[in-house]
């Protein structure tokens, strides 16, 4: 005998906030693995500045595989899984107990992270010009725990202030800003399947990244916004469950609404 519909929705959406709670999950281990393999134990730093250490000292391993393979050639192919699944800032600012309702800023703040972006690339030119290359693994590890403090601080900070837990990512990483340029084109994308939408809107409500997701279903593309960071959140919340996680390349140009960077 066939089951119900409701049933099979239901257990669907069952599975769907398992997969969820993998997510945090992974964003725990991912988290435990870089701090104490590769922080801890090998002292390297693999944040965006360490790159520029790195490039003047003729070395292309540590920071520099990692920005390129999770930050910038990977998003071409799983768009910004990397913040969805393994930041280790991520980690903190999912866990936090914000209850502030979010506060929403204009568009113009997303911004921010680009020139946040060149401030932590030109940062180094000067240190290495005063003398510090922090290449040693000890010197990595002072320079790694200087960035993150700042990062966990400023995260922190902006989560309690605004209600938002991921407003850090949103309006002042640096490496969210450098993803952005390749995620948009990622193959892995958030879309719609055939079921009906009825516009309720859960999608949007509980995006962390106020991803305009209405927007591209309606005009039937994938979401190919530079802010989603694929964490499935939009896909367990839809009651209708319309979206869903595809592969491929349709609908892959830059939509004409929503953001314009
Ligand atoms: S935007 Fe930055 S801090 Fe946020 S998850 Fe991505 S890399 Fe981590
Ligand atoms: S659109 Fe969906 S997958 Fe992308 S950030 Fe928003 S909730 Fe997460
Ligand atoms: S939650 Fe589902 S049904 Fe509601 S607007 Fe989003 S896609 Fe449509």
Redesign the pocket.
């Known amino acids: 005998m066939k089951k119900p519909v409701g049933r099979q929705v239901r257990k669907l959406v069952y599975k769907l906030k398992l997969v969820v709670s993998t997510r945090l999950a992974f964003l725990f281990l991912f988290t435990l693995f870089y701090w104490v393999y590769y922080f801890i134990y090998q002292r390297a730093n693999l944040q965006l500045s360490q790159v520029v250490f790195n490039f003047s000292a003729g070395v292309f391993t540590g920071a520099v595989a990692h920005v390129a393979v999770a ?1 910038f050639i990977g998003p071409l192919l799983f768009g ?1 899984c ?3 699944w393994a ?4 980690s903190l ?1 999912d866990f936090l107990p914000v209850r502030k309702p979010k506060r929403l800023l204009p568009e113009k703040y997303y911004m921010y ?1 680009y020139v946040v972006l060149a401030a932590v690339l030109a940062l180094p030119f000067l240190l290495i010009y005063a003398g510090f290359t922090f290449q040693g693994r000890s010197a990595q590890f002072k320079w790694l725990l200087i960035e993150n403090a700042v ?1 966990y601080g400023l ?1 922190i900070l902006l989560a309690f202030v605004l209600g938002d837990r ?1 407003a ?3 309006y002042l ?4 800003a450098l ?1 952005t340029i390749t995620s948009p084109r990622s193959i892995l994308k958030i879309e719609k399947n055939h079921l009906h939408c009825n516009r309720c809107r859960k999608c949007e409500e509980i995006c962390p990244m106020d991803v305009p997701i209405l927007n591209y279903i309606s005009a039937n593309q994938r979401v190919s916004d530079p802010e989603c ?1 694929l964490c499935i959140e939009c896909v367990k919340s839809c009651p209708k469950n319309c979206l869903t996680v595809g592969l491929g390349h349709k609908s892959d140009t830059t939509p004409e609404f929503g953001r314009s960077y």
Do not use: D, L, V
């Open positions: 930050k910004r990397f913040c969805g930041c280790w800032n991520a600012f992270k990062i995260g991921r850090f990512c949103k990483c640096p490496a969210g993803m960071i």
